[in-house]
């Protein structure tokens, strides 16, 4: 898996998406004008463990987008996003 954190309103928001997928299309398909925009991108691995429980680290880079990700801070992120399935 992929995935973009965008900011606006100094509030981070992550999406996920297929790694068939570039960084620029999901770029493309959440502009809100100008307060939002893609500050960290990358890669994103998610397990199931045998309790049907979801977990998942981030890492990587876009080179799409020239973006970094956090490791630590997305895959906090990821987490929160991953306990509402």
């Known amino acids: ?3 973009v954190v965008f900011e606006s309103d100094s509030l981070e928001n992550m999406v ?3 790694e068939h997928m ?3 299309d999901i770029r493309a398909t959440h502009q809100y004008g100008a307060i939002s925009k893609p500050i ?3 890669f994103c691995n ?3 463990d045998k309790h049907s429980r ?3 680290k981030c ?3 876009s080179i799409s987008l020239v973006k970094e990700s956090d490791p630590e801070k997305d895959s906090e992120l990821l987490k929160k996003l991953l306990k509402e399935f």
């Open 59 to 61: 890492y990587g880079m």
């Open 40 to 42: 960290r991108a990358g």
């Open 1 to 3: 898996m992929k995935y």
């Open 16 to 18: 996920i998406f297929p």
């Open 22 to 24: 570039n960084h620029t």
């Open 46 to 48: 998610i397990k199931v």
């Open 54 to 56: 979801l977990s998942g």
